[in-house]
């Protein structure tokens, strides 16, 4: 069974930083991408980044693009999200994804469709 779990949010103020971590058991994704996504109550889940295997082919939302950074430890078949420059906005569930698909097919990566599975979520609110 494959799980994919979230940690590392939380309470912040605006202008800090935060790392989200996401941990996968049950199988390892050599060489398929995992990403984040986030949704604010009322809005729908929407792409913040995504990552390739090798962790050298990256691709963010423009809203995060310069604040955040994704990157990715095979060995412990992990992604993280650092996240800086935290705005109130970024208040969200953030949720980790992970993909079958062997490659980064960079155009389906903000698609949730592309995912195969999904954490259950990890909140982090920023307070202005």
């Known amino acids: 069974q494959v799980q994919l779990v979230e940690s590392g949010g939380g309470l912040v103020q605006a202008g800090d930083s935060l790392r989200l971590s996401c941990t996968a058991s049950?199988?390892?994704?050599?060489?398929?991408?995992m990403g984040w996504f986030r949704q604010a109550p009322g809005n729908e889940r929407e792409f913040v980044a995504a990552?390739?295997?090798?962790?050298?082919?990256?691709r963010y939302a423009d809203s995060v693009k310069g604040r955040f950074t994704i990157s990715r430890d095979n060995a412990k078949n992990t992604v993280y999200l650092q996240m800086t420059s935290l705005k109130p906005e970024d208040t969200a569930v953030y949720y980790c994804?992970?993909?079958?698909?062997?490659?980064?097919?960079?155009?389906?990566?903000?698609?949730?469709?592309?995912?195969?599975?999904w954490g259950q979520g990890t909140q982090v609110t920023v307070s202005s």
């Open positions: 990552v390739s295997y090798s962790g050298g082919n990256t």
């Open positions: 049950g199988r390892t994704f050599t060489n398929s991408p």
């Open positions: 994804a992970a993909a079958r698909f062997i490659g980064f097919p960079y155009d389906s990566l903000p698609r949730r469709d592309f995912y195969d599975y």
